[in-house]
């Protein structure tokens, strides 16, 4: 059974920084591209970030530059590094992995950044 876990967020003022993390279980012989997403009040959960088993990354318009993704497939976890936050990056963060054509989400971790 495939389970991910999200932790670190939190309240923090505008041009602050947090780390989310994304510790994922379950998985067997594989380092699936794992997934960050994001959902604000009232909003479509949308895509944020992604990084391939091999590193490879992407990254939405919105957070180029600020946020970095990472992961370590030693312990199969994904990080979000977000620095320079904007109110408007207010929302749940969620990781997502597929694995075995399922998809697989977190439950997600509240940011909120004060103006």
């Known amino acids: 059974q495939v389970q991910l876990v999200e932790s670190g967020g939190g309240l923090v003022q505008a041009g602050g920084s947090l780390r989310l993390s994304c510790a994922a279980s379950?998985?067997?012989?594989?380092?699936?591209?794992i997934h960050w997403y994001r959902q604000a009040p009232g909003n479509e959960r949308e895509w944020v970030a992604s990084?391939?088993?091999?590193?490879?990354?992407n990254y939405a318009d919105s957070v180029k530059g600020r946020f970095t993704i990472s992961r370590d497939n030693a312990k199969t976890t994904s990080d979000l590094q977000m620095n320079s936050l904007k109110p408007e990056d207010t929302a749940v963060y969620y990781c997502?992995?597929?694995?075995?054509?399922?998809?697989?989400w977190g439950q997600g971790t509240q940011v909120t950044v004060s103006s």
């Open positions: 997502k992995l597929r694995f075995r054509a399922v998809d697989y």
């Open positions: 379950g998985l067997i012989f594989s380092s699936p591209t």
């Open positions: 990084i391939t088993g091999i590193g490879i990354t």
